[in-house]
């Protein structure tokens, strides 16, 4: 089973076909597909500006299709390594309960269908990438952690 990356170069390699170029795009979904698989294909396509039912789109609009998506799993790749960090650190401080921020993160694990849309047509028309640094800096604000371990009471 290939990885994100190895599909990314599958549809970037223009010795295959438009259609094997289009399977390895939608295989990226399994691995991140942040509106739900569905839905975030239509989102690719609206934005890259092929149908989600053209078998042979052409490469640069697959290309474009990608870098958007590649874009948002790194902010993505980010969230979670941040939040990776702000959980040994409050490990390290005696804070072993986790938060509400935690609880939406084991949630979302993956990056699968952290915004879910049910009908694949109503889906913001920003990049991928916005969408999910607001969402990110929402959940942040909402709960109080901002990326940061919270300060032990002083008892």
Excluded at 25 to 39: D, N, Q, S, T, V
Excluded at 102 to 116: E, F, I, K, Q, V
Excluded at 119 to 141: C, F, S
Aim: aromatic content about 6%; proline content about 6%; hydrophobic content about 40%.
């Amino acid at each position: 089973m290939a990885g994100f990356r190895a599909l990314a170069a599958q549809v970037r390699d223009p010795a295959r076909s438009p259609s094997q170029r289009r399977q390895a795009l939608r295989k990226c979904l399994e691995r991140f597909a942040p509106y739900g698989h569905r839905a975030t294909w239509a989102h690719l396509c609206a934005r890259g500006g092929f149908g989600p039912e053209d078998r042979s789109p052409e490469g640069h609009r697959l290309v474009a299709a990608l870098e958007e998506l590649e874009e948002a799993r790194e902010v993505w790749l980010a969230y979670e390594e941040k939040s990776a960090r702000r959980r040994r650190e409050q490990k390290h401080l005696g804070i072993r309960q986790p938060t509400a921020l935690d609880d939406w993160h084991s949630r979302t694990w993956g990056g699968r269908a952290l915004l879910h849309f049910d009908d694949p047509a109503h889906v913001p028309g920003a990049p991928l990438a916005a969408v999910l640094r607001g969402l990110i800096a929402t959940m942040e604000a909402e709960t109080g952690h901002e990326g940061r371990a919270p300060a032990l009471a002083a008892g």
